[in-house]
């Protein structure tokens, strides 16, 4: 968690108490956190979340007035609020060989743009000071420094094809078959075999904001092997889903993950 320079606490939550919060607030869906109670009975949900109450109330993020009103701690109702009612989500994921799958999302609603990250079973909640902060969050946890781009010319292939090269522990040269069989260059062939045989680490973003009573999604992916990064975005042609993999080195990825940025945050912030 880095809450540095933050001008505001953070919160530790429960699953069930960032749920009661959220929904004393009038949030009926949060975007991209799991219900904490699947598949529980009513009766089960309602005495959780009174439980769930109660310690808040203990804690002080809640109070009881005598006309049986609940009020909430203001500074827990800004950090909060960007979750209820978002104007963009930003969910970034990483990951590295044999390590679980690292996750963070980003909720803005301006002027607040709060982290959101689950781990030892509580959801954390922060404040980012500003725009270049969440820049430099997706930059730290990509570990994006000077890497270079991969010497190979990109290519793009059926997202399927793409899974059957992969599936079953296969050798280099197995992959490289592969993605040949599906209409990719030899050379670059070559090129992504030995990414995904000497991976180092890949990650994704994905960028969501309301438009009307929709909403818009756009992402784009990293994959780094000993030869160099690539930049990875999703296609589709005739129906089907592509992916398109392009040879990038870091400070081009990163000129990327701003112009996404800049897309999807309100004007006043890009």
């Known amino acids: 968690m880095d809450a540095t320079a933050s001008p505001m606490p953070s919160l530790a939550l429960s699953p069930p108490e960032l749920f009661t919060l959220a929904s004393l607030m009038g949030g009926e869906m949060l975007l991209g956190i799991p219900d904490p109670f699947p598949g529980w009975l009513t009766e089960e949900i309602v005495e959780a979340m009174e439980a769930a109450r109660q310690k808040m109330v203990e804690r002080g993020l809640l109070s009881l007035q005598s006309d049986g009103q609940i009020m909430i701690d203001a500074i827990a109702a800004a950090l909060i609020w960007p979750i209820v009612t978002p104007q963009a989500v930003f969910s970034l994921t990483g ?34 000071p500003d725009r270049t902060s969440l820049s430099e969050q997706i930059r730290n946890r990509w570990q994006l420094r000077e890497q270079q781009g991969t010497d190979a010319q990109a290519f793009s292939l059926p997202e399927d094809a ?44 994905v960028a969501i ?8 999604t756009e992402g784009l992916g990293i994959l780094e092997g000993e030869n160099g990064l690539w930049l990875l975005r999703s296609l589709t042609r005739r129906g089907h889903p592509w992916v398109e993999f392009t040879p990038c080195p870091a400070s081009e990825i990163m000129d990327e993950v701003d112009a996404l940025l800049d897309r999807f945050l309100p004007l006043e912030e890009g």
């Open 162 to 205: 793409l899974q059957a090269a992969l599936q079953g522990l296969p050798s280099e040269e197995e992959v490289c078959r592969s993605l040949q069989e599906a209409g990719v260059p030899p050379a670059a062939a070559r090129a992504a075999a030995r990414t995904f045989i000497t991976l180092r680490q890949n990650g994704a973003l």
């Open 209 to 216: 904001r309301r438009r009307g009573e929709l909403w818009q």
């Open 95 to 128: 990951g590295v060989p044999d390590q679980p799958s690292q996750q963070i999302r980003f909720y803005h609603h301006s002027p607040l743009t709060v982290a959101v990250e689950l781990y030892s079973e509580q959801w954390h909640v922060y404040p980012l």
